[in-house]
């Protein structure tokens, strides 16, 4: 599909990758791959830096050496059983004959545990699948907005942020196949820009890492949605108050919030107009 949306000329987002790693001619090893492929590495020493690193870039990938001293069992499973982050996928490496030390990584929570072989053979297909990963084929993505997306849109574009979750979800209900991802992903991000307005750092921040990983693979135009420009234009958001921490929101502009770029198949510019209503709570 021809996108029909202006280049806004912006840098390609950057997407980091964690390296947990305290050999250091091994981590230039793993950064150089991450490099290579268009990511920013992040090497931390020990498993607690690892933790904070994680909370910190919501890394589109981590890698563990499970020969680094201290315990990592504890930060990948601290990692995965926070919200904000239980969603990036860990890889951890070790011995091929330490098939326990590989073992106590799974039930940890790690999503894989490979050899150090195996990780080193396939190291450069696994950091470029996750930092460019392939477009989801989506049946419904070239169909256009149904009427409550539509207005959801709308909504959001008015900085309407409690309104357009409404009707968004509205429009998930409505549809069953995986299109709904579209949303989804989209209004959790809408939440998230109402909770900075809130000052509720914590809960941006929560809302941030459930929506903008159901957009990322989508394909840049979903339904006549610039998916992916609003993708990257949230993504900086969360980027910016993810690592200036809670104070960082107190004077955020909400002039600075994106617009979604979007056709809209229908001839109105408001819900009403639409011929959609938001359920009445007796």
């Not at 390609?12 to 290579?36: C, G, K, M, P, S």
């Not at 933790?51 to 589109?60: K, N």
């Not at 930092?131 to 207005?151: C, M, N, T």
């Amino acid at each position: 599909m021809t996108q029909p949306f202006e280049n806004t000329g912006e840098q390609a987002f950057v997407y980091t990758v964690v390296i947990l790693e305290d050999d250091l001619f091994f981590a230039l090893r793993l950064e150089d791959v991450v490099r290579a492929q268009g990511g920013h590495p992040v090497t931390v020493e020990t498993p607690e830096a690892f933790v904070e690193a994680v909370d910190r870039y919501f890394p589109v990938l981590a890698l563990v050496d499970l020969k680094t001293p201290g315990d990592w069992a504890t930060a990948i499973q601290r990692s995965k059983m926070r919200p904000h982050t239980r969603a990036v996928p860990i890889y951890a490496f070790g011995s091929h004959v330490e098939v326990e030390v590989l073992k106590q990584a799974r039930q940890a929570g790690a999503d894989h545990a490979w050899a150090r072989s195996r990780m080193m053979e396939e190291v450069v297909d696994v950091v470029g699948r996750h930092i460019d990963p392939p477009q989801r084929q989506i049946e419904g993505a070239e169909d256009p907005l149904s009427r409550y997306a539509v207005a959801g849109l709308l909504e959001f574009n008015h900085g309407e942020f409690f309104e357009q979750h409404e009707y968004l979800e509205l429009a998930w209900m409505e549809e069953r196949r995986p299109i709904r991802d579209l949303y989804q992903g989209i209004l959790q991000v809408g939440v998230a820009f109402l909770q900075i307005q809130r000052n509720n750092w914590p809960g941006a921040i929560k809302m941030f890492r459930r929506g903008l990983p159901r957009l990322r693979d989508l394909p840049p135009v979903c339904q006549g949605v610039a998916v992916e420009t609003f993708y990257q234009q949230a993504a900086r958001i969360h980027d910016e108050i993810s690592q200036g921490g809670p104070r960082s929101i107190e004077s955020f502009d909400s002039a600075r919030f994106p617009q979604i770029q979007f056709v809209n198949p229908y001839k109105a510019s408001t819900p009403v107009e639409l011929g959609v209503f938001l359920p009445v709570e007796e």
